[in-house]
């Protein structure tokens, strides 16, 4: 659990969490999600405490290393990540729509954005996590 490939894989990771989500939620996502928000009011904090986000986008990248790493099959590298962060962008595509069900956060196209940001995300992710595995990995071919 923590082999030296899931340790590098993990920080790779955390610094993908933090930097893409806040690229692709806030720089792209933003003006996507700008025109689709629902009824709800004042959900966003007005300073979000940053520190644990990292936190939690840590606790992501050791739970998405880890996993990837018991259930790779030792076939490491680009493509299986890309398999890996796919299946696991289907608990993003259905957050987006529980939470579109469930809430007044966003409209039907908010969630569509959303859960298609999900994927590019966790694709990213697995694609990272995939090459860090590899190097670690002399029989691997992908």
């Known amino acids: 659990m923590f082999s030296k ?4 894989s993990t920080l790779i990771a955390t610094i993908w969490a933090y930097l893409g989500g806040y690229l692709l939620w806030d720089v792209i996502g933003n003006p996507l999600f700008k025109d689709h928000k629902g009824s709800a009011m004042n959900v966003d904090k ?5 520190l644990l986000m990292l936190a939690a986008c840590a606790v992501t990248a050791f739970a998405f290393s880890t996993i990837y790493g018991k259930f790779s099959s030792k076939k490491h ?4 990540g890309l398999t890996y962060g796919f299946l696991i962008s289907l608990f993003g595509i259905s957050y987006a729509l529980i939470s579109y069900s469930m809430t007044n956060l966003m409209d039907a196209t908010g969630a569509f954005y959303d859960a298609v940001i ?13 090459v860090v595995y590899r190097s670690f990995d002399s029989s691997s071919s992908d």
């Open 77 to 80: 590298g680009i493509g299986s």
């Open 118 to 130: 999900n994927v590019f995300y966790y694709l990213v992710m697995g694609a990272l996590v995939g």
């Open 5 to 8: 490939p899931n340790i590098i």
């Open 46 to 50: 007005f300073e979000p405490d940053m």
